[in-house]
């Protein structure tokens, strides 16, 4: 730890252990495998918007209520 507060450029993530490296890193894979064959489609879900969505906007009936009814 004194290391990573020593760096010049102190990562933004870190994996400690070998099994947090290799799961990270299995996944990084599989997406990297993935990605290609699923850009296209991807792309493709791009549409023009005029205005910023808003939440509120979404919201739909009175608002959700607490257990208690609140």
């Known amino acids: 730890m004194l290391r990573i507060v020593a760096a010049d450029q102190p990562p933004t993530r870190l994996l400690l252990g070998p099994d947090a490296l290799q799961l990270v890193q299995a996944g990084r ?3 990297e495998r ?18 910023p969505v808003r939440l509120t906007s979404l919201a739909v009936g009175p608002p959700a209520r607490g257990l208690d009814g609140e």
Request: charged share 30%; net charge negative; proline share 5%.
């Open 34 to 51: 993935d990605m290609p064959a699923w850009a296209e489609l991807s792309a493709s879900t791009d549409f023009a918007r005029r205005q």
């Open 29 to 31: 894979d599989a997406f």
